[in-house]
């Protein structure tokens, strides 16, 4: 089956600077690649996400990259502030019914 | 429009004891999801609802796990008997079309002591 890891579990940044997660995925059949974003207490939120024929996607601070080849894709977020901190999972499509496998997430704390 | 909506928010129950968790779709959405995250690891699927059908139920633990969407609206996921490695937050999420962008619910923290 699909195996999803995310790298790295914690990561912590000081205001203004970039953060980049990255994350593999085991199955060549994957096509949808999205990721979430879950602040304390509150519900998974979509941020972005990218499909297998596009090779990176923008909007505003956050960029997500696809390397279909190498399996691997990645979210970056630039000028990083406080209210990115969160935790950050990013997923892979199972099939083609929708069916996501996540990653483990990744804790970011953006310090001022 | 109303989100996914989820109740209880937090459950503490015995082993041994039965929950049952609600979720309320946003209105319109075929595709309903039942995922679950455990002690901080990562968000598992449970399983699809294609409106009162289960299209996939491969993530289910073991028996003792019922969902169920009569009518195709809301769902229903019961625990009986809960056991203490049960404990974790259960997510809904709901899409339209299948492939899209899901939109979860707020979960439901379920410990079972």
């Known amino acids: 089956g699909e195996n999803v890891e995310q790298h790295p579990s914690t990561l912590s940044v000081q205001e203004g600077d970039s953060a980049v997660i990255k994350c593999t995925y085991s199955d060549s059949a994957s096509n949808y690649f999205p990721w979430y974003k879950q602040e304390l207490g509150k519900r998974p939120q979509l941020i972005i996400d990218i499909r297998s024929n596009v090779g990176e996607k923008k909007d505003q601070r956050i960029a997500v990259t696809l390397n279909k080849t190498a399996k691997h894709f990645s979210l970056h977020i630039t000028e990083t502030q406080p209210e990115d901190s969160a935790v950050y999972f990013c997923a892979a499509s199972l099939g083609s019914w929708g069916k996501l496998q996540f990653g483990a997430g990744t804790q970011v704390v953006v310090t001022p | 429009e109303a989100g996914v909506t989820q109740f209880p928010s937090h459950s503490v129950i015995e082993k041994g004891q039965t929950v049952t968790l609600r979720c309320d779709p946003i209105?319109?959405?075929?595709?309903l999801y039942w995922y679950r995250r455990v002690m901080g690891k990562e968000i598992k699927f449970l399983l699809h609802?294609?409106?009162?059908?289960?299209?996939?139920e491969s993530g289910m633990p073991n028996n003792r796990f019922l969902a169920e969407r009569t009518g195709g609206t809301y769902s229903t996921l019961k625990v009986q008997p809960a056991e203490l490695e049960d404990s974790g937050v259960y997510f809904c999420a709901s899409s339209q079309n299948r492939g899209d962008g899901y939109t979860f619910g707020s979960g439901t923290r379920l410990t079972v002591v």
């Open positions: 209105s319109g959405h075929d595709n």
């Open positions: 609802f294609v409106k009162e059908s289960k299209q996939d």
